[in-house]
């Protein structure tokens, strides 16, 4: 009888910054998945371990893990990664993660069947911060919130819609989402696909994520135009049901208003037309 055709390699993009806490559990993690796999990691010239952590793994797998530099935002540490990366298929995870066992193996289940695909996502550590649901922002039907931590494409696909966008600060997979759903593609959410992200190590540093992720949400208004009737306002305000998410909420608003204020210059060119209609779904809505 024929032998069975090898499934497709799967290339792991990370990018990192100062993640010398979390990387050896991370790198762990993603050795014992299916292959075949490598793993492409961009360090953002860390001021900790995480280089030599880096740099040791590789060493220890060869043809495994490759390792490189690359200063720059997080959309630039991922699409040089994937610049490197072999794969006929890419899986995104961060460096302050660690992946289930099964991971690799649903997502490239998924792959079979959808260009993009998104796993599940769960919050680990004590502070109550932690459980906070994600402001989810639907396009078309699909949720395009899922977060680059666990997330994967097709190559062709991602290349062709040219990868992430550097200049955002946050909100950079958001963006990468959008595009993907505009061009056609269809967004596959596998809920065994797990992967595991630290929670912030205090409230303060908490809020600071916050409210940069309001940041790039007003860059993403400015590059994808109006989105606000793509939000999901009842769900929103009924998961504000503590003071932590309020607060949440309110840091994400000062991001927000922050960019609205010093964007200036800065502001990214629509990619949308002023009179492109919105989703079917957001029609709906607003009727």
């Known amino acids: 009888m024929p032998s069975e055709p090898a499934p497709p390699l799967i290339s792991i993009v990370i990018t990192v910054k100062n993640e010398g806490a979390h990387l050896a559990q991370l790198l762990d ?56 990366a072999r794969g006929e298929w890419i899986a995104f995870i961060d460096g302050d993660c660690f992946a ?25 550590g004590k502070p109550k911060y932690g459980q906070l649901e994600r402001v989810e922002l639907y396009e078309s039907g699909y949720d395009v919130t899922y977060p680059s931590c666990n997330l994967a494409y097709r190559r062709a ?3 062709g819609l040219g990868g992430f966008d550097p200049r955002f600060v946050t909100a950079e997979d ?36 916050a409210f940069w992720n309001g940041y790039g949400r007003k860059q993403l208004t400015e590059k994808q135009g109006n989105l606000w009737g793509r939000y999901r306002y009842r769900r929103l305000l009924s998961g504000q049901r503590s003071a932590i998410a309020w607060a949440r909420l309110a840091a994400a608003m000062a991001g927000y208003l922050f960019r609205v204020v010093t964007g200036g210059d800065r502001r990214l060119e629509s990619a949308r037309r002023p ?13």
């Open 174 to 209: 958001i963006d990468l989402n959008l595009r993907a759903v505009d061009a056609g593609a269809a967004i596959r959410y596998e809920e065994a696909a797990v992967v595991y992200h630290h929670v912030r190590a205090n409230f303060v540093r908490f809020l600071y994520q």
């Open 29 to 84: 993690s993603l050795l014992v998945q299916e292959p075949p796999f490598e793993i492409v990691l961009v360090d953002a010239v860390s001021r900790d371990r995480t280089w030599a952590i880096a740099q040791e793994y590789a060493r220890r797998h060869p043809g495994v893990i490759r390792v490189y530099q690359q200063t720059g935002s997080r959309g630039v540490g991922r699409n040089a990664a994937a610049a490197h």
């Open 275 to 287: 009179d492109r209609p919105p989703s079917g779904e957001a029609r709906n809505r607003a009727g």
């Open 157 to 159: 696909l991602f290349a």
């Open 100 to 124: 289930d066992s099964r991971w690799l193996a649903t997502l490239r289940r998924g792959l079979a069947a959808s260009p993009v695909v998104a796993g599940r996502t769960v919050v680990v």
